[in-house]
């Protein structure tokens, strides 16, 4: 009886624990907040992600090498490489994340030059992929990575004379900067272009450059970008098409795919068609499963669908605008800053295209889009800014304690009582 009693009193919970309430506003301001928002954000789009390029890729796939699975099995395999290498990013101390800036430029320097020999491959009239052991990869991912690292290393190293023109231009806007754009642009990929110059305005923008030089610097870029869309007459297509709106004459050719994802979105309605019943991915939509899965996402799940996709990356902006503003590292703000900067940057892009608001670039979905080499450096960004939260003052004891408070709950287990 006395055994009894004594098991009832080590489970019980204090009354006062059972009666406290904690508002939400204490809870949102805990340490570990911005942690698990990433982690959780991050895992539901990659889960969503896989379920949407199953069902949008299904059909082209059975046509194309004899099974449904073809396409989803690729991006499943890159997600379970992805996962471990997001998880050892969000233990490695942020010091390390400054030491690896050189190392990554230089690596993602040489493979985009790579591009431009036998390794190279065009896809849709793009040379950024290279071909390797029948797989192919796209180096300018890993540029986008090599900027933010390397660039908010150097401009939080310099940020006592950036008051200064040349400490400004050199050597972030130039040599760096200019080469890596003019790298991608020479494979004729603007879309990754674009989302290279917006990592380059909001480092120099979280650094504290002052406005003078910074609309300086965007203006140039702005003249860039415009000469690389005149000079290019299947760029112009697209700007004179989506110009255009609904009166665009060349329905079976540059508005083809802008038109169809709206009639996806359309199909879909307020509460979608159902998974798997979309009409448009029956070889309607070019790219369903890639920069389209948001029109498949719209067609098949509806309203609900598209807002929780949004949602998520709203929590991820989020979470990246807590780290600009609680860290006390100004190499984790301008990290943390261009990192926004380029996920949800490209996440406007890509949606923006698909519901008509912008032209159609071909940037993928981040997490979402099928594309191995764009899963893998998503998920190793957002490594890293888990372990810059892990560093937020108070994080690792609160991340501790808890997992403290795990061991000990699997300790009195009928399995572990011997142990």
Known sequence: MSSQVDRREAFAVPQSRLRRHVPAAERLDSPVTTYYVLLGSTLLLLVIGLVMVLSASSVTSLSKSGSSFTVFLSQLRFAVIGLPLMLVASRVPVR????????????????????????????NGNRNWIELGGQRLQPSEGLKL???LWGAAVLARKRLLLDRWVHVLVPVLAPVGVLAIALVLAGHDLGTALVLLMILGALLFAAGVPARMFLFAGAAMSGLVAVMVSTSPNRMQRIESWLGGGSCTE????????????????????WG??????REKWSWLPEAHNDFIFAIIGEELGLPGVLVVLALFLLIGWACLRLVT?????????ASAA?????????????????????????PLPLVSSGGSALITSMLVLGMLMAFARAEPGAAQALGAR?????????VLPGRRGS
């Open 96 to 123: 390390w994340w400054k030491r690896f800036g050189w190392v990554v430029l230089i690596g993602a320097l040489a493979a985009q030059l790579l591009v431009f020999t036998g390794l190279g491959v065009s896809v």
């Open 251 to 270: 329905v079976l050719t540059t508005c083809y795919q802008s038109i169809h994802g709206k009639y996806a979105l359309a199909d879909g309605g307020w």
């Open 273 to 278: 068609v159902g998974l798997g019943a979309s």
């Open 339 to 363: 990192t926004m900067a380029w996920l949800l940057g490209q996440t406007l892009i890509n949606v923006g295209a698909v519901i008509g608001m912008l032209p159609v670039i071909g940037l």
């Open 403 to 411: 997992a403290g408070l795990l061991r000990r709950s699997l300790a």
């Open 146 to 148: 090599a900027l933010v």
């Open 326 to 334: 609680r860290s006390d590292d100004l190499f984790v703000r301008i």
